[in-house]
T-cell receptor, first 118, second 114 residues
Framework: GAVVSQHPSWVICKSGTSVKIECRSL??????MFWYRQFPKQSLMLMAT?????????EQGVEKDKFLINHASLTLSTLTVTSAHPEDSSFYIC??????????????FGPGTRLTVL | GNSVTQMEGPVTLSEEAFLTINCTYT??????LFWYVQYPGEGLQLLLK?????DKGSNKGFEATYRKETTSFHLEKGSVQVSDSAVYFC?????????????FGEGTQLTVNP
């Protein structure tokens, strides 16, 4: 099946620094990638949708200048949390979707990145 | 807008017990419905899906039937195992209106004791 990886799997940083999280589709071309945020014991909240080669579409209430998303190739999207603060601590999950003919094509999820901001 | 409501957890069962996790949805048109499972510290894995009314999705002993008349997609398993302990998410996608974006329920924590 399709595999999506994330790197790093966890990161601890100081308040005010920036952190980059990578999401890669390993065995398929991902025309669309999604970034989610998950708080403890809560559901996934969609942050943004990115299509390869174009600007990401952010959900209402998500600061685009704080959460920079780049989808420069069909196998890689990055999320950069700029000037991170403790309230940005969360579990960040990406998913990727390829371009398939026919019915709804599935999103494949990465394993997630645990961000802790001190 | 679209929404998904799951039964509140946590759910604790003994091994070999019967499992039901309720899921109802609100959407216009004909969404596709999904169940995802998340094991501790991991991302989500697709468990099963159904794309039209009366379809039954099944996988690993789990099954769910797309009921349009009751707007439900309840997850069932006849005999749970300790290894089924995880968080289960019901979700929907509506390709024609939202570009296949997923809308998730709140998640239900399942713990199976030996």
């Amino acid at each position: 099946g399709a595999v999506v990886s994330q790197h790093p799997s966890w990161v601890i940083c100081k308040s005010g620094t920036s952190v980059k999280i990578e999401c890669r589709s390993l065995d398929f071309q991902a025309t669309t990638m999604f970034w989610y945020r998950q708080f403890p014991k809560q559901s996934l909240m969609l942050m943004a949708t990115s299509n390869e080669g174009s600007k990401a579409t952010y959900e209402q209430g998500v600061e685009k200048d704080k959460f920079l998303i780049n989808h420069a190739s069909l196998t890689l999207s990055t999320l950069t949390v700029t000037s991170a603060h403790p309230e940005d601590s969360s579990f960040y999950i990406c998913s990727a979707r390829g371009q398939l003919a026919g019915e709804l094509n599935e999103q494949f999820f990465g394993p997630g990145t645990r961000l802790t901001v001190l | 807008g679209n929404s998904v409501t799951q039964m509140e957890g946590p759910v604790t069962l003994s091994e070999e017990a019967f499992l039901t996790i309720n899921c109802t949805y609100t959407a216009t048109g004909y969404p596709s419905l999904f169940w995802y499972v998340q094991y501790p510290g991991e991302g989500l894995q697709l468990l099963l899906k159904a794309t039209k009314a009366d379809d039954k999705g099944s996988n690993k002993g789990f099954e769910a039937t797309y009921r349009k008349e009751t707007t439900s997609f309840h997850l069932e398993k006849g005999s749970v195992q300790v290894s089924d302990s995880a968080v289960y998410f019901c979700a929907l996608a509506q390709p024609e209106t939202s570009g296949s974006r997923l809308t998730f329920g709140e998640g239900t924590q399942l713990t199976v004791n030996p």
